[in-house]
């Protein structure tokens, strides 16, 4: 009874056979994890390993007949056949744990294998995405930066936090809005503050601005007024139109392209509650796009409508107000006049009623469309 037959087996099944065909067909046999990284089996300073036995019990199968080979002429049949049957015996006893990884190596597993998709596109990057990346061994992905935007208002009324007020002048309070909103929305915000209604300066500022813009927006500075300085000074570039919206607050606005370096602009009406409404309809879809995030305008909810709405016909309504989901439901509060100066209504609201172009009235219990502001999208 020769055992090389035996030996040639282990060897075979170590080496060639399917990783699905060791465990059932040589369950003494440890088989080692071959995939990539992450998943490794690594050196365990000064541990003992995560395998069982210090003895090698599987060595059993190839080293007993070997020896019993090498030593047939001197040995009777029998014996070695007994020999033989022992040894697999003994093999085939499993320790209660594998013995892999051998003593002193531990078994890195991991839930991500060749091949899954890891991230999706249009993920963000943050802590746990940044530290899965470079486990993988990827130094560099393909992603995109956060966008760079400009804010600033136009005014000579306009002055600063915490300045002195004449009777012909406010506070600038859009600045400080829009270039929150613009962080809000995960972009990055250069506040250059108010700019008076000089059309030199104004786009003397423009252009020194354009070396850290992937985006620039303003506010004010685009009515039918003799100093409104946005529109004449960016009518002349000819790459920027000022069209009236069918939206209330915000009907004036201007979109375009701006000097050599083709920076696009978006320029909102000058009173905030307009320039802020104009910011979540038309400035958040474009910054999401430029970051790659879907979707890009913010989802529409349905509630219930808590009071009757008056709406002028031929215009989109966006009406602020309080939304709250309780036991029976969504609802939505109206909150304050359509003024577009009533910040403090504004400050309450956390929702914008939207109501359609060909509605002139809602009444008390009907379900209306909602955008629910601050929430995250």
């Not at 039918?224 to 960016?234: M, P, S």
């Not at 008056?310 to 969504?330: C, D, L, N």
Request: glycine residues 12%; proline residues 10%.
């Amino acid at each position: 009874m020769s055992a090389w037959p035996w030996y040639c087996w282990t060897v075979a099944g170590r080496w060639w056979l399917p990783t699905s065909w060791r465990s059932p067909l040589l369950p003494w046999w440890p088989v080692p994890f071959t995939g990539s990284s992450p998943c490794a089996t690594i050196p365990s300073p000064g541990g003992s390993g995560s395998g069982g036995s210090s003895f090698p019990w599987w060595w059993l199968l190839g080293v007993v007949p070997v020896v019993l080979w090498l030593g047939r002429r001197a040995a009777s049949r029998p014996v070695v056949a007994t020999g033989l049957v022992l040894g697999l015996c003994l093999a085939m006893l499993r320790p209660p744990s594998p013995g892999w990884p051998p003593p002193g190596w531990v078994m890195v597993q991991c839930d991500v294998g060749q091949g899954d998709l890891v991230l999706p596109a249009g993920t963000v990057v943050g802590p746990r995405e940044a530290g899965l990346l470079a486990s993988l061994g990827l130094g560099r992905v393909a992603a995109r930066p956060r966008p760079r935007v400009v804010v600033l208002s136009t005014g000579n009324e306009l002055r600063e936090p915490g300045a002195h007020l004449d009777f012909d002048s406010i506070y600038d309070g859009n600045s400080y809005m829009l270039a929150a909103a613009v962080r809000a929305a995960g972009a990055i915000a250069y506040r250059v503050g108010a700019i008076g209604d000089d059309p030199r300066t104004f786009r003397r500022t423009l252009s020194e601005q354009l070396v850290r813009a992937d985006l620039v927006v303003t506010s004010g500075g685009i009515s039918e007024g003799e100093k409104d300085v946005v529109k004449e000074t960016l009518s002349a570039l000819g790459t920027v139109a000022f069209p009236k919206v069918a939206m209330q607050p915000g009907k004036p606005q201007g979109f375009g392209t701006i000097f050599d370096e083709q920076t696009p602009i978006i320029t909102l009406p000058g009173n905030p509650v307009s320039a802020y409404v104009s910011f979540e309809v038309f400035v958040l879809p474009a910054i999401r796009r430029l970051m790659g995030l879907t979707p890009y305008r913010r989802p529409m909810v349905h509630a219930v409508l808590t009071q009757d709405i008056a709406s002028i016909p031929g215009r989109r309504q966006y009406v602020r107000g309080v939304f709250e989901v309780t036991h029976r439901g969504a609802k939505v509060t109206p909150l304050g006049g359509h003024g577009s100066h009533l910040l403090g209504s504004l400050a309450q609201a956390n929702a914008l009623i939207v109501v359609g172009e060909d509605e002139t009235a809602l009444n008390l219990g009907d379900t209306v469309r909602t955008l629910v502001l601050d929430r995250p999208f």
